[in-house]
């Protein structure tokens, strides 16, 4: 009854999270809400006061190091492969997406 929900227990848990090691080309997604003011837009947004919805899926198009942290700059892109925003984000806030069988 004490132990941590854990999304995928071989990589990290929502609470006390260890290292994710992302790289480049990852797909991720968003684990809370990108304020707009955090986002680089390619264009405009009409309504410029929402939000990035958490569970937004991006590809990992940069790694910064940063001692012992890493930042990602995470482009994200419509179903048309049209980039419409990218966003600095740390470890804490991505979730890794895996395409095939990965063994817990």
Not at 61 to 67: H, N
């Amino acid at each position: 009854m004490g132990e941590r929900a854990c999304w995928h227990p071989a990589t990290a848990c929502l609470s006390g999270r260890a290292n994710i090691a992302l790289a480049l080309f990852d797909s991720v997604a968003t684990l809370q809400s990108i304020n707009v003011a955090r986002l680089t837009l390619v264009e405009p947004v009409e309504r410029a006061g929402e939000q990035l919805a958490r569970g937004q899926v991006g590809t990992v198009v940069d790694v910064v190091a940063e001692g012992e942290s890493k930042h990602y700059l995470v482009e994200f892109a419509d179903l048309e492969w049209r980039e419409f925003a990218m966003a600095h984000l740390a470890e804490s806030e991505l979730l890794p997406l895996h395409y095939q069988f990965t063994a817990a």
